[in-house]
């Protein structure tokens, strides 16, 4: 049975891009009233929020996702504007390649800080809210190195591990309040980030922003008895690669 995602309130944070502007724009189509949140570029953000005004309710809020303060007031603006809040999609990341020795406690932090904290804490300002919707899903993206570990990403790697097992925590201790978590593990999406990291990578065979954007279409259209904890999803080439 597919449920009408019309209406429905979205926080998406990574909306500027890739991932996460394919899925606002999927999700804008189904009439869902959209909040992108966070991010230093306000004007990339902006240019998104304006595009996808054409479709639906749309607001930007450009800040830094490791404020707790911004977030909770990012949350609370977003419920306040729009009645609530059904949807949390955290999609921002960061990636960077470099050998395990080389890697120092800035760069350490700033990744786990991006691909960790940051969705914690923002899942954690807005479940108050969530608790009240009758649709209430969460999806993490993480990531294929959540599974497997790649040479020149051990920072990486780790922040998307430890993504995935909280989400297999939240899950369970969500469960209750009806409160769906969920964590999609892409593999070589073709992003900019992957071509600012990878530039030897071809796009050929690689996944596509909007293959992941319709699988989390299906995870919310699809809120049956049947539930799915995590996604794979799996690239057509084989060689090693970056997500």
């Known amino acids: 049975m597919t449920e009408s995602l019309q209406d429905k309130v979205l926080v998406l944070t990574g909306g500027a891009g890739g991932i996460g502007r394919a899925v606002a724009e999927k999700l804008a189509d189904c009439g869902m009233r959209i909040a992108l949140l966070g991010g230093r570029r306000a004007d990339k953000l902006e240019a998104v929020r304006a595009e996808l005004a054409r479709r639906t309710r749309c607001m930007a809020l450009p800040g830094e996702l490791n404020d707790p303060e911004f977030l909770r007031r990012s949350v609370k603006t977003v419920a306040d504007a729009f009645g609530g809040i059904d949807v949390l999609i955290n999609n921002a990341g960061a990636a960077q390649s470099t050998p395990f020795a080389e890697i120092t406690p800035e760069e ?130 084989k060689e090693p690669f970056l997500v």
């Open 108 to 237: 350490f932090d700033r990744l786990m800080a991006v691909n960790v904290r940051a969705p914690f804490f923002l899942t954690q300002a807005a479940l108050p809210y969530l608790k009240r919707s009758g649709a209430a899903t969460v999806v993490n993206i993480a990531s294929v190195v959540a599974h497997s570990g790649y040479p020149l990403q051990s920072v990486y790697s780790a922040g998307k591990h430890a993504l995935l097992g909280w989400t297999k925590s939240l899950a369970r201790e969500c469960y209750k309040d009806g409160i769906r978590v969920h964590a999609i593990s892409p593999g070589g999406v073709y992003t900019d980030m992957v071509k600012l990291s990878r530039p030897d990578l071809s796009p050929e065979g690689m996944i596509v922003p909007e293959e992941v954007a319709e699988v989390v279409h299906f995870l919310l259209a699809h809120r049956g008895n049947a539930v799915i904890d995590e996604i794979l999803l799996h690239r057509v080439a």
